[in-house]
């Protein structure tokens, strides 16, 4: 892999987690609400898994943490390939997963994004529906990883 991939690749984990960081902060800080009754924003810390999932933190954050490594591992057999498009989404699962975990030991995920059929989410859930998605498009005609 070039030198210049291998600092895409560091810039592009680095702009997203320092995104969801950023947009997190301003919530907490201005306890906004914004937009309709059809999607808006506000604060709220998840200290249930997802879907509301009984589980204590520690058991969140140590799936989380089981969850991270996997996608180290992925990841570096994906470099090692110079699979660019499947280790994007690789990345954008990693920088949703670390920022989730992160929240997790700081006292529960801050959900910013509520839809009115009872669903809340943040921006790195959305990372991690993103990755998924770029994973799975990416190998739907390839044998292995």
């Known amino acids: 892999m070039s030198g210049i991939k291998k600092i ?17 902060l301003w919530i ?3 306890d906004a609400r914004l937009g309709s009754s059809v999607f ?3 604060l709220s810390r998840n200290t249930t898994g997802a879907f509301n999932l009984p589980l204590s933190k ?3 954050v140590g799936l989380g943490l089981v969850g991270i490594f996997i996608l180290i591992v992925i990841g570096y057999k994906l470099y090692n390939k110079q699979n660019y498009q499947t280790l994007v ?9 670390l920022s989730n975990v992160w929240d997790r030991l700081m006292g529960g995920v ?3 994004f509520y839809l009115p ?8 859930d959305v990372y991690l529906i993103v990755g998924l998605g770029v994973f799975i498009y990416s190998n739907l005609n390839k044998k292995t990883i």
């Open 8 to 24: 895409n690749l560091v810039v592009l984990f680095g702009c997203l987690y320092i995104f969801d960081r950023l947009i997190k």
């Open 28 to 30: 907490l800080k201005t």
């Open 40 to 42: 808006f924003m506000q």
């Open 58 to 60: 520690w058991w969140l």
């Open 89 to 97: 989404g690789v990345i954008f699962m990693l920088t949703g997963g």
């Open 110 to 112: 801050i959900d910013i």
């Open 117 to 124: 059929i009872g669903l809340s989410f943040n921006l790195s």
